[in-house]
């Protein structure tokens, strides 16, 4: 009986320590710097829409900036442990990024349609990476710590 | 004291399928808006094509990044399935810890 009893604490004791984690916790800090991002971006969009002058010179500046930021959002995901999937999304947003400098510096110019279309694609794009954040769970020992 | 071993499996499994059934449910809207929303700018861009407004390059570029918003959505259904079935073998485990920790 005392067998089975030791038996049965150990097992206890090898539960209690075992956990299953697939994804990496929530992270608001990570939740934050993908609303700052996706308003960078947006604001930039909405300058563009509302320019009288949209050759590339105008904006290069905004455009190094912005894939800074969006670089940044990268790392930020990267350096997470089971976090590949939001890193997969955040380096979509950063390459369709550059893609549309790089169409805006070969026409110098940018389509009133393709604005559009490739702002409202941004706002996806931000959203999608904000709903996978808000899917991660929630770790409550961070919670309690608070 | 025994483990009523049938009982302990069909608790895990009835946790398992609640947390599941309420986790992929959560992110159901998200998804059935997401379908909605790449529906209605695929129209736009045939529209957009058809009235000239986009070449035929431009409008094949942008179906190709239509592409990746997809790939994005996909990950993130990824991300909504790992968080759902990590949740659910969690709470399986805290049910057989308890049940354990009774009979000790």
Redesign the interface.
């Known amino acids: 009986m005392k067998f089975v009893h030791a038996v049965a604490i150990s097992f206890a004791v090898v539960l209690s320590s075992c956990s299953v984690k697939l994804i990496a916790d929530f992270d608001k800090e990570t939740m934050d710097a993908i609303l700052d991002a996706y308003t960078s971006v947006d604001m930039f969009y909405s300058a563009l829409l509302i320019s009288n002058n949209r050759s590339y010179d105008e904006f290069k500046e905004d455009y190094i900036k912005l894939e800074g930021e969006l670089s940044r959002l990268i790392l930020r995901n990267k350096i997470r442990p089971l976090n590949e999937e939001s890193t997969g999304i955040a380096e979509i947003i950063r390459d369709l990024f550059i893609k549309y400098r790089k169409e805006h510096r070969e026409n110098d110019n940018y389509k009133d349609e393709l604005l559009l279309l490739h702002r409202e694609r941004f706002e996806r794009l931000f959203t999608t990476m904000a709903a996978a954040e808000s899917f991660k769970p929630v770790d409550n020992d961070e919670l309690i710590g608070e | 004291m025994s483990i009523n071993v049938d009982a302990l499996i069909t608790a895990m499994l009835e946790t398992n399928r609640e947390i599941l059934t309420e986790e992929l449910s959560?992110?159901a809207p998200?998804f059935q808006q997401?379908l909605k929303?790449e529906s209605e700018?695929i129209k736009?861009?045939i529209d957009?094509r058809l009235s000239g407004?986009?070449s035929d390059e431009?409008f094949i570029s942008?179906l190709e990044?239509?592409k990746?918003?997809i790939?994005?959505?996909i990950?993130?259904a990824?991300?909504?399935s790992?968080?759902a079935?990590?949740?659910a073998?969690?709470s399986s485990?805290d049910i057989?810890?308890d049940t354990?920790?009774m009979?000790?």
């Open positions: 959560e992110a998200y997401a929303d700018v736009r861009m957009l407004k986009l431009e942008e990044d239509e990746k918003v790939e994005a959505q990950l993130m990824e991300v909504a790992k968080s079935v990590q949740r073998v969690n485990f057989l810890y354990v920790k009979m000790i």
